[in-house]
């Protein structure tokens, strides 16, 4: 069976609140999008704890807290306008550059 790899439109930077999962209702700024696992990685949510040792890479031992990674399908994109989470679409500008739009108010969502 085929891995498919779907387009998803949250990209780095982006401001996104969690719908589902123990940090519901939170927002954070987007730090890595995985495309292919179809996972993103969120500043201050879903911290995990590792143990490490001691080692060439890591001078000096002991438990370190690292963002994990959630599923793109448990977070929305924020509009800045509207000020919560939203489904966007996309929208074809004079210039013929694709730009995310929210699908509530009509704001473009995308910085450029």
């Known amino acids: 069976m085929e891995a498919r790899t779907a387009k998803w439109r ?3 930077d982006d401001i996104v609140q969690v ?13 890595l999008v995985l495309q ?3 996972r993103l990685k969120v500043e201050k949510l879903n911290m995990l704890k590792r143990h ?8 000096q031992g002991g438990i ?10 448990n977070v929305m994109l924020i509009c800045d306008k509207c ?13 013929a550059k694709r730009v ?3 699908m509530k108010c009509g704001e473009v969502l995308d910085k450029a």
């Open 10 to 12: 949250i990209k780095k």
């Open 19 to 31: 719908i589902s999962g123990k940090e519901r209702g939170k927002k954070g700024k987007v730090l």
């Open 36 to 38: 292919d696992e179809g």
């Open 52 to 59: 490490t040792k001691a080692g060439r890479k890591v001078q």
């Open 64 to 73: 370190i807290e690292q963002e994990g990674t959630l599923h793109i399908s």
């Open 83 to 95: 000020g919560k989470g939203v489904r966007t679409k996309l929208k074809k500008l004079e210039n």
């Open 100 to 102: 995310r739009v929210c």
